[in-house]
């Protein structure tokens, strides 16, 4: 059995960082951009997937009829309600069909809860949840909503918190299990209590008139189901999991393997026959404005869709429309553009889209086109997703503390004029200036973009990392705790491992990913003028710079010497190229 650690009775509220970090660590620019890079470069922002709105859903029709099952029967009585949460998909949800398989109705329920579209963040104030995020959340409401009508559901959208919303309608509808997700993090798992709390107080008769049976207490029933690999099929218990990733990737490819996507039946109905107008109707999906938020859309950058359709439809796009699978390895640290990286994160993120469907995507990409590192490359990032999910249970609460797991002892400052620079883009460092404000922009950031900011931040800046975290949460359309934490607690030396302590010299890096001065220029357009050379190292002709160096990239043996003290072998998690 195995046990999720929660140290401390709370952690910093909801917060975000490089997913991985974004959850993951899907990105990188193309030698030769796209049309739709192209597109982007010349000020045009570019939707992703690119596909319209019908071809995404004749993809997603195309998909899910490819995991329907005619011959899955249900065998159970009664209500059961699905408790949606990070996982607004319907293929390859467990819950869903667990729910489906033991009764004879099912209702989907979403709880709009306050804590995370209204809340702030716990150190340092910021929105818990941004406009664009929450924007994103909405449209993979509205998406769910829709593909559940197809099915012969719907869901009903109430506005509260879940410990109180969830007992009162199981009791309406006189239900026996409430099925949901399991998460790993402290304030999840606080919420899962108390929802469970509150269905100890609720009795649901049994029987008719004439047999009268003992009143029940719904129950909740929780599922693992965001990781690629199931936490039941490690080699080893969560509270053994290895401190080093190149162990644990190691570990689970050779002793374990991804279990297979659930099917669907070919409907999911009935709902249940009691009136939905008993307890209010089905309920509104919010609105930017009836929570209190607001967005400027970009004309810049890219504009993510949420939804499963759309992210059944970016699956297709990359893979086997436009065929980057291949050269993912190659492209992935790009910065510019939609096509060098997956951008699989956002829908990751928000549950809608399952890592196991990417996984048996890859799998049958391999079958009909080509099986290469690219191709591997792809489930080794989602590996690294699933491991900073185990290491959120192992580790519990330290990942959100100061010192991090090790319990590292360090002084850091909290000057806000100068996270602010950082925050704001104008720190003077135009690759770091450019990526602060892609981000504030349309809520994504490249992976390399991800580390490289944190680097400055923490190792440059000597700024609080939790700083920087938290403000990954207010912005990234795929924040999740596990990843942001586990990412920023690396990024800042206060990781599980402690090899995982990098310096990222900004020039190096610029001369290296942005060569040409393509991307700082497409953000920060007043260098667009300057030669190409000189795009990232403006000078007097760009604002002046916040902080020096620590290190330049331009005394190598300088540079070399000091990694060689932070790190006292080369397994570390991430070569810097």
């Not at 993979?140 to 009903?156: A, H, N, P, T, V």
């Not at 080509?370 to 690294?384: C, G, H, K, M, P």
């Not at 002046?544 to 043996?557: C, Y």
Request: aromatic residues 12%; proline residues 6%.
């Amino acid at each position: 059995m195995l046990h999720f650690i929660s140290s401390s009775p709370l952690r910093p509220r909801f917060l975000l960082l490089p997913s991985p970090p974004s959850n993951l660590r899907f990105l990188a620019m193309s030698a030769a951009p796209s049309s739709s890079s192209s597109r982007s470069v010349r000020g045009v922002a570019v939707p992703v997937p690119s596909l319209s709105a019908g071809e995404a859903c004749a993809v997603a029709d195309e998909a899910f009829q490819r995991y329907t099952s005619p011959s899955l029967r249900r065998g159970g009585a009664g209500v059961a309600v699905v408790w949606f949460r990070n996982d607004l998909r319907v293929l390859d949800n467990e819950a869903l069909l667990r729910a489906w398989s033991a009764s004879e109705a099912v209702l989907p329920v979403y709880c709009v809860d306050p804590r995370v579209f209204a809340g702030s963040t716990h150190y340092f104030g910021f929105p818990k949840t941004g406009a664009l995020r929450a924007q994103f959340l909405i449209e993979c409401l509205g998406d769910l909503k829709q593909i559940l009508r197809k099915k012969g559901l719907d869901l009903l959208v109430r506005h509260g918190k879940p410990e109180e919303i969830l007992p009162s309608i199981a009791k309406a509808v006189s239900a026996h299990t409430i099925y949901a997700h399991k998460e790993t993090c402290s304030e999840e798992l606080l919420v899962e209590r108390l929802v469970s709390k509150g269905l100890e107080q609720v009795q649901i008769a049994q029987g008719g008139a004439s047999v009268p049976k003992k009143p029940l207490n719904p129950r909740l029933q929780l599922i693992w189901g965001a990781t690629m690999y199931h936490i039941d099929d490690l080699p080893f218990p969560v509270s053994n999991l290895p401190d080093v990733y190149t162990q644990f990737r190691k570990a689970v490819e050779s002793k374990s393997s991804v279990r297979n996507c659930t099917k669907l039946p070919p409907s999911l109905g009935p709902l249940p026959s009691s009136s939905i107008d008993e307890i209010g109707g089905w309920g509104a999906i919010p609105t930017l404005e009836s929570l209190g938020l607001s967005v400027t859309k970009s004309e810049k950058g890219m504009h993510f869709i949420g939804g499963e359709n759309a992210a059944l439809g970016r699956v297709h796009e990359y893979f086997w429309k436009k065929d980057q699978l291949k050269d993912y390895k190659v492209t992935r640290n790009g910065m510019l553009g939609p096509d060098y990286s997956t951008k699989f994160s956002p829908w990751l993120a928000s549950g809608s889209l399952s890592p196991r469907y990417i996984c048996e995507e890859v799998k049958r990409y391999e079958k009909q086109r080509v099986a290469n590192d690219s191709t591997y490359w792809v489930l080794f990032e989602l590996i690294w997703r699933d491991y900073f999910r185990f290491l959120s249970a192992k580790y519990g609460n330290t990942i959100f503390h100061l010192g991090g797991p090790r319990k590292v002892v360090s002084k850091w400052s909290q000057d806000q004029a100068l996270f602010e620079s950082w925050r704001d883009g104008r720190t003077g460092y135009p690759l770091i200036d450019a990526n602060m404000r892609e981000l504030s922009a349309t809520g994504f950031m490249s992976n390399r973009g991800r580390q490289i900011v944190c680097s400055f931040l923490v190792r440059d800046m000597g700024i609080d990392w939790r700083m920087g975290a938290e403000w990954f949460e207010t912005c990234l359309l795929d924040y999740d705790p596990a990843s942001n934490y586990g990412n920023w607690t690396y990024g800042a030396g206060v990781g599980n491992d402690p090899r995982e302590d990098r310096y990222f010299s900004i020039p190096k890096q610029a001369k290296s990913y942005d060569p040409e001065g393509e991307y700082v220029a497409y953000w920060l357009p007043e260098l667009r003028s300057l030669a190409k050379e000189r795009r990232n190292f403006p000078g007097a002709s760009y604002i002046r710079q916040i902080v020096q160096l620590k290190f330049d990239g331009g005394n190598q043996k300088k540079d070399q010497q000091f990694n060689r003290q932070r790190r006292p072998n080369n397994m570390y998690r991430r070569q810097v190229k």
